[in-house]
């Protein structure tokens, strides 16, 4: 299988447990008082092809008419994969 460059994470954040309980993180793991957990949030390569995904979906798809939601998605992510590229490339 072929190895994607997901960009790493966007958004990553710290969640943290500020009752006087087990509380349970929006991961699923469970956390104890005033514990922390690092959550990644999404990857830029996902966050890219939502983007794209939009614009595609704003201007009526890759084929008009006759829609197919999974041609459109495939186009999105590569345009992702391509932004991701572009950006390696630029740095």
């Known amino acids: 299988m072929k190895n994607i460059n997901d960009g790493g994470p966007v ?25 922390k957990v690092y959550l990644n949030g999404t990857s830029l390569r996902d966050y890219f092809a939502a983007k794209a995904l939009q614009g595609i979906l704003a201007n009526g798809g890759i084929l008009d008419g006759g829609r197919s939601e999974d041609i459109d998605t495939q186009t999105a992510f590569q345009y992702a994969d391509r932004m991701l590229a572009v950006r390696e490339r630029t740095r």
Not at 11 to 26: E, I, Y
């Open 11 to 35: 958004f990553p954040c710290t969640w943290v447990n500020d009752s006087d309980v087990n509380a349970t993180a929006p991961n699923g793991e469970v956390v104890p008082p005033g514990g």
